[in-house]
Structures are given as structure tokens and as C-alpha cells.
T-cell receptor
Framework: NAGVTQTPKFQVLKTGQSMTLQCAQDMNHEYMSWYRQDPGMGLRLIHY???????DQGEVPNGYNVSRSTTEDFPLRLLSAAPSQTSVYFC?????????????FGQGTRLTVV | DQQVKQNSPSLSVQEGRISILNCDYT??????FLWYKKYPAEGPTFLIS?????DKNEDGRFTVFLNKSAKHLSLHIVPSQPGDSAVYFCAESTGNTGKLIFGQGTTLQVKP
């Protein structure tokens, strides 16, 4: 029962480096999203997807790209990392369109940009 | 401009007593409100939700109250247990997209 799997769990990047945070779910959920958690800010939505081939921006999309080529995977790309992107990143998936449907979260990726 | 606000960063209660966590919102268009619980080094997990057409929803020790006129919701935990110590986030569900708008979180400490 894997649920939502995020890799890596920890990452240190130098300013200007690029990387991809991986997210995979095995629940056949249509909806996936990326959040970042910062102290005093709660979780803020970066990008989300309502199905394969469809993505849209959330509250804080700048500096991040996403794609959704399959139902299972929703990678988050940092093209040129900045110290302001130091955060804990969570991927989530949701089963269907119901607005009360609970989201399932991965364990998070702690990213430090130096 | 925070649409969902949890104005108390932390709360400490004694085991067995009631914990009350509060959340305020600004947008009346939201239809569902949810509470998530988060332990350190783990992702948030769903706790309980409430529809805007209701004013109360109960699940075991957890009850959520919604006051639409005040744009306020609260989570009551009775009785509180040390295992309830965690960060609690309220969230609003917006549209048929699966996305959530979260508050800043409240860290609950339940002392034995």
C-alpha cells in the first residue's frame, strides 16, 4: 500500500542548479498537486493537475514547472534553484471531483538551496 | 492575502481536557472545509471535513463546528490525548479541482 511516494526525501542544491522532485501515486487518482510548507505560512499550492496532460498554476508557481504525462506521475522541476525555494515540498493526490474528497500526501521532500 | 487564517500558532492543553482549534476564512464561496493533522517528518493526513450546508460534523473524539455568519470554524478534540500532539491545518476545498487552500497551522501539545 504505497499511496503517494516522493523522492528524494532530502536534497541540497547550489543556487542555479536544476533538479526534479519526483511524485508517484498508485491509487489511480485523477487529481495531483504540489505544495510547499514554510514556517508560519502553512501549505501553499504550487501547481496542480486534474488529469493526464492537464496542469495549472496554484498560489506560488514562479520558479517551478510541472508536467503530467501519465496518471501516476507528477514531477516538479526547479529550473534554476534559488535560496527562496528552500522549503519542504509535499505532493498530494485526490480521488475524484468531490470537493470533500480527502487528499493523500506523500512524506515530503526537504530541499535546501545554498 | 491569506484566505484561510489560523491565528493561534500554538496551543497547549492537559491530557483529558478539551482542545479547541480555530480557523477563519474570507471567501464565502467555499463549499467544504477540512482539517488535516501533521506529525513531524510526515505528510499531512486527513482528519475530518464539513460541508457548508451543515454546522456540525462529528467523528469520534473530533467535532468540527462551522459558523457561516462569522466565517469561522473550529475543531474540538475531546478528550485530548498525548498522541494528538501535532500540527493541525484547516483547509478549504475550491472547485472540482482537488486543490486545497490551507491555513498557517496550529501546533497542539497535549501534556500527560
Amino acid at each position: 500500500n504505497a499511496g503517494v511516494t516522493q523522492t528524494p526525501k532530502f536534497q541540497v542544491l547550489k543556487t542555479g542548479q536544476s533538479m526534479t522532485l519526483q511524485c508517484a501515486q498508485d491509487m489511480n487518482h485523477e487529481y495531483m498537486s504540489w505544495y510547499r510548507q514554510d514556517p508560519g505560512m502553512g501549505l501553499r499550492l504550487i501547481h496542480y493537475s486534474v488529469g493526464a496532460g492537464i496542469t495549472d498554476q496554484g498560489e506560488v508557481p514562479n520558479g517551478y514547472n510541472v508536467s503530467r504525462s501519465t496518471t501516476e506521475d507528477f514531477p516538479l522541476r526547479l529550473l534554476s534553484a534559488a535560496p527562496s525555494q528552500t522549503s519542504v515540498y509535499f505532493c498530494a493526490s485526490t480521488k475524484d471531483r468531490g470537493m470533500n474528497t480527502e487528499a493523500f500526501f506523500g512524506q515530503g521532500t526537504r530541499l535546501t538551496v545554498v | 492575502d491569506q484566505q484561510v487564517k489560523q491565528n493561534s500558532p500554538s496551543l497547549s492543553v492537559q491530557e483529558g481536557r478539551i482542545s479547541i482549534l480555530n480557523c477563519d476564512y474570507t471567501n464565502s464561496m467555499f463549499d467544504y472545509f477540512l482539517w488535516y493533522k501533521k506529525y513531524p517528518a510526515e505528510g499531512p493526513t486527513f482528519l475530518i471535513s464539513i460541508s457548508s450546508i451543515k454546522d456540525k460534523n462529528e467523528d469520534g473524539r473530533f467535532t468540527v463546528f462551522l459558523n457561516k455568519s462569522a466565517k469561522h470554524l473550529s475543531l474540538h478534540i475531546v478528550p485530548s490525548q498525548p498522541g494528538d500532539s501535532a500540527v493541525y491545518f484547516c483547509a478549504e476545498s475550491t472547485g472540482n479541482t482537488g486543490k486545497l487552500i490551507f491555513g498557517q497551522g496550529t501546533t497542539l501539545q497535549v501534556k500527560p
